[in-house]
């Protein structure tokens, strides 16, 4: 009950294309929703979140939607950018007490030129 | 820069080394992490501190043994390890625990285990 599961492993879209990563999870009292973006040689760093009072958070061309019902969110690139090729790591956790994140497998984004 | 530093970047070691994986935020964070990075495989939290106590220790075996002599420094000290504990090894810090504080991670340290 505490995985999250994300799809795919690899990603190849080309330039201006729109990039969609998707997550499921399990746990229904998970209340925290964050994506966090990993260039080569670097640690992980916070990309956007959401929590499930709206169903969908725009920041620039990063969009969350989500799916309280279905459990399910996903990570949308628009207009996707050779610099926008990294790995993306969805995670989930709760919010009240100190909860840990709980991270999924990680998608290798990849937009040609 | 995130603000997280970790040393060495790169460390090769025997199974029979010791050797300590050091961290240092310079962001005034009172919690502090260590995460394992393995290939195809989610980030593993392995330890976690708040305000120099550990409160969190995910089954981790005892060749790895965890110190925070204060909230700015973070080790991860390696006895007898195994091939299989090669991997990238990340340091991150935040404000407070709760999992709605951003984690900043440092670049990590990529360890290889012969």
């Known amino acids: 009950q505490q995985q999250v599961k994300q799809s795919p492993q690899s990603l190849i879209v080309q330039k201006g294309g729109i990039s969609i990563i998707n997550c499921a999870y399990e746990n229904t009292a998970f209340d925290y929703f964050p994506w966090y973006q990993q260039f080569p040689g670097k640690g992980p760093a916070l990309l956007i979140a959401?929590?499930?009072?709206?169903s969908e958070k725009k920041e620039g061309r990063f969009t969350i939607s989500f799916n309280k019902s279905a459990k399910q969110f996903s990570l949308h690139i628009m207009d996707s950018q050779p610099g926008d090729s990294a790995t993306y790591f969805c995670?989930?956790?709760?919010?009240?007490?100190?909860?840990?994140?709980?991270f999924g497998q990680g998608t290798r984004l990849t937009i040609n030129p | 820069e995130t603000g997280v530093t970790q040393t060495p970047r790169h460390l090769v070691m025997g199974m029979t080394n010791k050797k300590s994986l050091k961290c240092e935020q310079h962001?005034?964070?009172?919690?502090m992490y260590w995460y394992k990075q393995s290939a195809k495989k989610p980030l593993e939290l392995m330890f976690v501190y708040n305000f120099k106590e550990q409160t969190e220790n995910n089954s981790v075996p005892s060749r790895f043994s965890p110190e925070c002599p204060n909230s700015s420094h973070l080790f991860l000290h390696l006895h007898t390890l195994q091939p299989e504990d090669s991997a990238l090894y990340l340091c991150?810090?935040?404000?407070?625990?709760?999992?709605?504080?951003?984690?900043?991670f440092g670049p990590g340290t990529r360890l290889t285990v012969l």
């Open positions: 959401i929590r499930p009072d709206v």
């Open positions: 991150a810090s935040s404000k407070e625990r709760e999992a709605y504080n951003e984690q900043f």
């Open positions: 962001l005034g964070h009172n919690a």
């Open positions: 995670a989930a956790s709760r919010i009240q007490g100190a909860q840990k994140l709980v």
